[in-house]
């Protein structure tokens, strides 16, 4: 059975349209217009497929395609909200990965001994409230008691506000739990995002691993003053003593992470952010990445301490909050194997490397068997409109799915 790539691409191309901006960029930022034009095109799909689909408590969309016996669910997902001035392929690949799987098996007529689920996992990205997966938070009961529907998105709309458009209740997103007897197994096809394969001429990638984030709010506070009577020994200028700590991060996470250790600053504000005035209070999020939660543990202590020296030097006041964590995933190992396996059926390069970039994946890990494909990312680029990947990849990348799930389907019993 061979999937089709041309309609995985044309559909690529349909969706990504849907987030076509006025300015030509595109973006399906989560909840907006153009992210549930984008679910409403995916879901038009599954209609002319006769195959039906609804929304859950905390938005996640399910394509549901029954077995032909009464066993756990073989689940297929992704998310379809994108970052802002995004591509064509981070998250969106899943999605329609798994509706070309689906489709495939339909036009065969083909059907699976195990119920088959697509889902669209709701506000992977996390773009407008700062934390990510919320759908797949709800999927697996990860605690979400710190979000308020009062909570400012990044447009000044409230939480409680944005998920209405979407038809979907904050205290009620918790009853979108999934019980991990109803699932067999969890598959993600994804972009690596990174350059690993491309480096090591590997067409394909079994994901080990994700790594897990921590995400701070730094807030320095200063004095607002005149910038051209203010001598410079005068000053408590917040935005110096923020500029400080960021330039000092690639060196910190050098010499004390691994490899795949990595320190952002990707927001930053200043107040009151005026050509003369000496800026006041600077705020910004940070975020720590690693495959290791001692990793994490050294270097937030790390940059706590160089922050609290710079403030001191600078005359400034702070505060490091940390507003979201997650700690890093493993992939289930009978479900590498069973990828692994498949490649070497079909004479596929692979290799078995880490996820820095996080997925629904991370969550979906710690409730049910999970296990993630790659396919390349040409440069590495990705959360870029630059962000591409080769059409025989992407075929390869769909087939592996398929043929991963023809396999699971046949597995008597619990995958350990
Ligand atoms: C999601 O794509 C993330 O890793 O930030
Ligand atoms: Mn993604
Ligand atoms: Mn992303």
Redesign the pocket.
Known sequence: MKISVDRVISRLEEIYECGRQADGTHARVAYSPEDQRGRKVFADYFGSLGIPVRQDEAGNLIAYIEGEEELPSILIGSHLDT?IDGGKY?GALGCVAGLEVAETLKRAGRKLRHPLEVVVFTD???IRFGN?MFGSAAFCQVPMEELSEEDMDIYGRTRGEVLKEYGVVLKDAIRAERMPETVHCMLELHVE?GKILEDHQKPLGVVSSIAG?RRYEVTLTGEANHSGSTQMRHRKDALVGAAGLISSLPGIVREHGNEFSVATVGYIQAWPNAVNVIPGMCRFQLEIRDQEESVMDRLESLIHDRLEENCRKEGLDFSMRLYDAHVPGNMNAELKETIQSVCEAGQIDYEILPS????DSLLLCGRFPTGMIFIPSIGGIS?SPMEKSGREDIERGCQVLLDTVLRLDKKEGQIS
Not at 356 to 359: D, I, L, V, Y
């Open positions: 970052v981070d992977e990205e996390g990510g995002q984030v820095g970039a996080f997925h959360h």
